[in-house]
Structures are given as structure tokens and as C-alpha cells.
């Protein structure tokens, strides 16, 4: 049983106690999820500039990471089934962009993700453990399919008119907005990778000859990496999520990216 929770008052200075009390610091971040961060966004955009299909190198690389750390990195049961469900959906979605002869949208995913999330259900009711910790399980993998996704979204952005330019942007932006995490305490995690992507995005933008869409590409990179940031300073280290902590930001840029140009472009 856990007991009472008293609160905790600091001993008066001058008094014995405040000598001995050990002093505060200012937590530094995990350097691990700003390098997985930058080097993934460094790949995805060479993988622009060397256009289709080798984009499509990084980006299901990334989904390989993400399926294969996300259960672990939560502790979540029913981990291998869940990971099933999550790159299952990936592939359908990854196989419905690259043959589709539809203009350029984000439909397809919503679709296949629809039906995923009832599979995703149908998972959970065919557990053999007892369904332990059910609604856990369920969020990892319904979570999980659709960061998966959203990273055929980058083949979408680039298929888009100027789209090699959007996805140039929006990796270099995002791999700006990761080295930003590395700034200390929550308020730096909050605010130094959304300002690193939107001047990165901005100044990639003018050089492409659009820098307004690009400082809208350049918000939509920090906001995933900047939430991710925060996660990790508040609980003060990232554990085993470092790994998918530095990928996922990317995957949920890309969906952001393709909205900010369709509402900007």
C-alpha cells in the first residue's frame, strides 16, 4: 500500500539540514534522440534530392524503427502482435501511394488507417494473455500504425507541384529543430526546436524561392520534435524510447508539411 503523501518543505537557510541538501541542477536532455532526429532528417532529404523512388529508402526505414522499438520503448504488452498491426498498415499504405494514379492526397492513408484501427481492435479481443492492461496496449498500437503510416505522407508531399523543394525543406527543417531539443529544462524543449525548425524552414524556403511556405514547413518540423522534447525533459531522460523518440517527430512532420502547403501554397 503506498502511504500518505506529505509535502516536502526546504529547511531554512543557516540550518543544518539546508547545508546538507544536495543542490539543484539543471537537467540536461539525452543527446541520443537529437542525433537519431538530425540523421534521420538528413537522410530523408537526401533521399529528396535524389528524388522518387529512392525517397522511399529513408522513409520506410524510419517506419522499420519506429514498428520495431515503439511496444518496447513503452513497456506496452502484447508487443509483437501490436508491431505486426503497425507495419502491416505501413505496407498497405506505403503500397497504395506508390501504385495510385490519384492526385496527390493524404485520402488513402485515412482510409487505410480506418480499417487499421478496427484491426487493431480485432487484436486485442484475440489476446491469449488475458487482455492485461488492455487500453494501453490498444493506444501503443493504434499510435504506433498511424505514426507508421504518416511516412508514406513524405512521398505524397513530394508528389505535390514543387514537392521535391517541400520535402528538401521539411528535412532539413526538421533535422534543425532536433539538434534544437539539446537545449536544458522544459522550457528549452518546448521552445528551442520549434524556433530552430522556423528559422531553418524559413531560410531553406527563401532559398528555394518560397520562404513564407517555407516557415510554415518549418513550424510543421518543429512541432512534433518540440512535443517529443518536452515529453523527455519532463520525466527527465527518455529511457528505451530514445530510439523512436528520435524518429517519430519526422514521420508526424510530414502529414503537418503536406497541410501547410496545401493551406499556404
Not at 26 to 37: E, I, K, M, Q, T
Not at 87 to 107: E, H, N, R
Not at 141 to 169: I, K, M
Request: hydrophobic share 55%; charged share 10%; glycine share 14%.
Amino acid at each position: 500500500m503506498i502511504g500518505p503523501v506529505t509535502a516536502h518543505r526546504s529547511p531554512p537557510p543557516g540550518t543544518p539540514d539546508a547545508a546538507s541538501a544536495p543542490p539543484h541542477h539543471l537537467h540536461l536532455p539525452d543527446w541520443r534522440p537529437a542525433l537519431v532526429g538530425a540523421l534521420s532528417g538528413g537522410a530523408v532529404l537526401v533521399g529528396a534530392l535524389l528524388e522518387l523512388p529512392w525517397l522511399w529508402v529513408p522513409v520506410v526505414a524510419l517506419q522499420v524503427v519506429v514498428v520495431a522499438t515503439w511496444h518496447r520503448s513503452l513497456d506496452a504488452p502484447s508487443a509483437v502482435t501490436g508491431a505486426a498491426v503497425g507495419a502491416g498498415l505501413a505496407a498497405i499504405v506505403d503500397v497504395v501511394v506508390a501504385t495510385t494514379d490519384d492526385a496527390p492526397s493524404l485520402g488513402p492513408i485515412a482510409v487505410v488507417l480506418g480499417a487499421g484501427y478496427l484491426i487493431a481492435v480485432v487484436q486485442q479481443l484475440v489476446r491469449q494473455d488475458g487482455r492485461a492492461e488492455l487500453v494501453d496496449s490498444l493506444a501503443a498500437t493504434v499510435t504506433l500504425a498511424t505514426l507508421a503510416a504518416f511516412g508514406a505522407a513524405w512521398v505524397v508531399l513530394a508528389q505535390l507541384e514543387g514537392g521535391v523543394d517541400h520535402v528538401v525543406v521539411l528535412a532539413g527543417a526538421g533535422a534543425a529543430a532536433a539538434v534544437g531539443r539539446l537545449a536544458p529544462g522544459v522550457a528549452g524543449a518546448a521552445v528551442a526546436p520549434l524556433l530552430a525548425g522556423a528559422v531553418a524552414g524559413l531560410l531553406l524556403g527563401a532559398a528555394v524561392d518560397d520562404a513564407v511556405v517555407g516557415f510554415g514547413l518549418g513550424i510543421a518540423a518543429g512541432v512534433p520534435v518540440a512535443l517529443s522534447a518536452t515529453t523527455q525533459a519532463r520525466v527527465r531522460g527518455s529511457g528505451t524510447g530514445w530510439l523512436p523518440g528520435g524518429v517519430w517527430p519526422l514521420l508526424l512532420a510530414a502529414p503537418l508539411g503536406y497541410v501547410a502547403v496545401r493551406m499556404i501554397g
